[in-house]
């Protein structure tokens, strides 16, 4: 089972990133996808979850109405499009199914003018 996270930067405030993720090793299209987040000095924060089919998503108070996640599971790949960044949002963002012990590399995103 693998995850390899892509699309982070620098981004001003107000500013928007679209993160991909590309998941294999599992069948992708039977399993919920999350979004997680840590920040330097923090502890790991789940973001977002979207089921199986994509019909159903849920997320953390703080993003809710700025976030959305999304999939496509002919192409193995889960997507955060993140909007109205702030700079709390700032972290290293990790994708995982929470059936599986597996994390990725993550992918930086900075949010700072």
């Known amino acids: 089972v693998q995850f390899v996270e892509s699309g982070g930067g620098l981004v001003q405030p107000g500013g928007s990133l679209r993160l991909s993720c590309l998941a294999s090793?599992?069948?992708?299209?039977?399993?919920?996808m999350n979004w997680y987040r840590q920040a330097q000095g923090k502890e790991r924060e789940w973001v977002a979850l979207i089921g199986s089919t994509g019909g159903r998503t849920n997320y953390v108070d703080s993003v809710k109405g700025r976030f959305t996640i999304s999939r496509d599971n002919g192409q193995n790949t889960v997507y955060l499009q993140m909007n109205s960044l702030k700079p709390e949002d700032t972290a290293v963002y990790y994708c995982?199914?929470?059936?599986?012990?597996?994390w990725g590399q993550g992918t930086q995103v900075t949010v700072s003018s």
């Open positions: 090793g599992f069948p992708f299209s039977s399993y919920a």
């Open positions: 995982k199914s929470n059936s599986f012990d597996s």
